[in-house]
Nanobody, 122 residues
Framework: QVQLVESGGGLVQAGGSLRLSCEAS????????MGWFRQAPGKEREFVAL????????AYAVTVKGRFTISRDNAKNTVYLQMNSPKPEDTAVYYC???????????????WGQGTQVTVSS
């Protein structure tokens, strides 16, 4: 089992910055791909970014590429999402997830955090 707890959400102005954190506990954190997903009201949960165990491989949704950066610190069992120049359409509940595969699909992730709300004001 892996337990995930997100933090760092809140209200941010468009064009500002915000960093989300996700701390993991339980089984070997470094063995997992880590992903960030988000879900806006009335919409399906969607992929934002992922990172492999070493941190050397990352992938991003087209909508956030160039603005968001995913990183991880295996010594701290923590994955981060740096959100630069956020837009109002980035408003959502953000979830981190752990999975065994390089995938942008929700169904490929085994463990999920409870989510943290991010609201971007215009």
């Amino acid at each position: 089992q892996v337990q995930l707890v997100e933090s760092g959400g809140g209200l941010v102005q468009a064009g500002g910055s915000l960093r989300l954190s996700c701390e993991a506990s339980g089984r070997s954190f470094s063995n997992y791909f880590m992903g960030w997903f988000r879900q806006a009201p009335g919409k399906e949960r969607e992929f934002v970014a992922l990172i492999n165990w070493s941190g050397l491989y990352t992938a991003y949704a087209v909508t956030v590429k160039g603005r968001f950066t995913i990183s991880r610190d295996n010594a701290k069992n923590t994955v981060y999402l740096q959100m630069n120049s956020p837009k109002p359409e980035d408003t959502a509940v953000y979830y981190c997830a752990a999975g065994r595969y390089d995938s942008s699909r929700v169904s490929q992730y085994d463990y999920w955090g409870q989510g943290t709300q991010v609201t971007v004001s215009s």
